[in-house]
Every structure is written in C-alpha cells, then in structure tokens.
Nanobody, 115 residues
C-alpha cells in the first residue's frame, strides 16, 4: 500500500502562485509515476501534470508554460509549482501515484483563484 499526503492548496488572487506537494509513504519502491489531476463540480477529473520515474513530464495544454512539476526521489515527493494562476484553475487537485499495476489517489486539496 502507498499512503498519499497532499498539501499546499488554498486561496490565491489571479496572477498569483501556489506550490502543491504530495508525499508518498509505505510501499514506495517501484513508483513509476507521480502526478496531479484536478476536478471541478460536474466534470471529469483531468490531468494537470505528471512525471515518470525516467524524468519525462506531461502537462495539460491549459497549464503549459505556467506550471512546473518536479520530483524529489529521496523524499518520495512530487511538487507542482503553479504560476500566473487564473480563476479557471479553481478546482480540487488530486495527487495520483502509480506503482506497477496499482494506482493511488490523495484526498484532494482545494485551490481557489479569485478574480
């Protein structure tokens, strides 16, 4: 089992920045992917950004150029730095971890961007 602990959400004004953190604990060997998804009411959860164990990263078009995902392997932690935030970035952000055939989700952290 992998335990997922998220932090860093909150309220920020448009144009501001936030950094989300997600720490994995437990059976962390062989984690091959860590990423962030987000969800708004009535909509499906969507990818924001992800990073593979190889270092390859993926970003949603909506956040490219404004966000950076990084991973500290020693701490089993992934970070999402979000800049130039927009009201449409408002959502619950979920950390997502893949370990082999297994997937894990965090409980979610609210990000609210005021105009």
């Amino acid at each position: 089992q992998v335990q997922v602990a998220e932090s860093g959400g909150g309220l920020v004004q448009a144009g501001g920045s936030l950094r989300l953190s997600c720490a994995a604990s437990g059976s962390v060997s062989s984690i091959n992917y860590m990423g962030w998804y987000r969800q708004t009411p009535g909509n499906q959860r969507e990818l924001v950004a992800g990073i593979f164990s190889s270092g390859r990263t993926d970003y949603a078009d909506s956040v490219k150029g404004r966000s950076t995902i990084s991973r500290d392997n020693a701490k089993n932690t992934v970070y999402l730095q979000m800049n130039s935030l927009k009201p449409e970035d408002t959502a619950v952000y979920y950390c997502h971890i893949r370990r082999g055939a297994y997937m894990y989700w965090g409980q979610g952290t609210q990000v609210t961007v005021s105009s």
